[in-house]
C-alpha cells in the first residue's frame, strides 16, 4: 500500500461547486506535488511545494488553488471547474525537490474527479 | 530540454518471455533516469532509477533496466514476463523547471500487456 494517501477516492461535482482534496504523507519528505492525469496518458505537473512554499505553478488555471498547512498536508482547493477538468489527481512527496534523482517520487493513489 | 520518448503505446508478451520496453532520452548533461510502473486505477510506483555507475540498474519485481549513452536509451527489461505485469509503464527524466527547481517529466507511457 501506498504510503501517500489521498482523499476522497472518487469525486463528483458540479460546475459551480467548491471542493477541496487532500493529501498526507508521514515519511518526513519536505517536497509535496500535484500531478493531473488523463486516462492512457503521463502526469501532468501542476504545483510543486517545497519546504511549504510554492515553488513550482505550471501556469494552472485559478480554479486550481493549493495549500500546504504544514510538511504533512498537502490541499488542492477546487472551484467552478469545467468538464475537461474531470481528470486523476495524483498527489506526490520526495525527500527534497532539490535531490529527486535520489529521492524518488512517491506517489497515492489519486482522486477520481468527474465534473458534470 | 530535457525528455524521453516511448516509441511504443503498446507491448504485447507471452507469460515467461523476456520483455523490453523501449525509452530514449534527450538530455543536456548528465541524465538522470527513472522507470515508473501503473496499475489500474491506482498512483504510479517507483520502479528504479539511474544517475552514475553502473549501466545495468537493478529494481522492484525484478526488472532491470540498461542505460546505453551511445544509443540514448534507457530500456526496462525483464528476463521472464508475468501475467501481473500488465500495466502502464512510464519512463521519465529529471529536468530543472523553468519557474523553479526540479521535476520529473514523464514520456507518454508504455501499456505492456502479458497474456498466459
Known amino acids: 500500500d501506498t504510503e501517500v494517501t489521498q482523499t476522497p477516492k472518487h469525486l463528483v461535482m458540479g460546475m459551480t461547486n467548491k471542493k477541496s482534496l487532500k493529501c498526507e504523507q508521514h515519511?518526513?519528505?519536505?517536497?509535496m506535488y500535484w500531478y493531473k492525469q488523463k486516462a492512457k496518458k503521463p502526469p501532468e505537473l501542476m504545483f510543486v511545494?517545497?519546504?511549504?512554499?510554492?515553488?513550482i505553478n505550471e501556469s494552472v488555471p485559478s480554479r486550481f488553488s493549493p495549500e500546504c498547512p504544514n510538511s504533512s498536508l498537502l490541499n488542492l482547493h477546487l472551484h467552478a471547474l469545467q468538464p475537461e477538468d474531470s481528470a486523476l489527481y495524483l498527489c506526490?512527496?520526495?525527500?527534497?525537490?532539490?535531490?529527486?534523482?535520489?529521492?524518488?517520487?512517491?506517489f497515492g493513489n489519486g482522486t477520481r474527479l468527474t465534473v458534470t | 530540454a530535457q525528455s524521453v520518448a516511448q516509441p511504443e503505446d503498446q507491448v504485447n508478451v507471452a507469460e515467461g518471455n523476456p520483455l523490453t520496453v523501449k525509452c530514449t532520452y534527450s538530455?543536456?548533461?548528465?541524465?538522470?533516469l527513472f522507470w515508473y510502473v501503473q496499475y489500474p486505477n491506482r498512483g504510479l510506483q517507483f520502479l528504479l532509477k539511474?544517475?552514475?555507475?553502473?549501466?545495468l540498474v537493478k529494481g522492484s519485481y525484478g526488472f532491470e533496466a540498461e542505460f546505453n549513452k551511445s544509443q540514448t536509451s534507457f530500456h526496462l527489461k525483464k528476463p521472464s514476463a508475468l501475467v501481473s505485469d500488465s500495466a502502464l509503464y512510464f519512463c521519465?527524466?529529471?529536468?530543472?523547471?523553468?519557474?523553479?527547481?526540479?521535476?520529473?517529466?514523464f514520456g507518454k507511457g508504455t501499456s505492456l500487456l502479458v497474456t498466459p
Open positions: 515519511m518526513g519528505h519536505r517536497a
Open positions: 521519465a527524466v529529471r529536468a530543472l523547471n523553468s519557474n523553479s527547481g526540479y521535476a520529473l517529466n
Open positions: 506526490a512527496s520526495s525527500q527534497d525537490q532539490g535531490d529527486t534523482y535520489n529521492s524518488p517520487l512517491h
Open positions: 539511474y544517475i552514475t555507475g553502473d549501466n
Open positions: 511545494y517545497s519546504y511549504e512554499k510554492l515553488s
Open positions: 538530455v543536456s548533461g548528465n541524465p538522470y
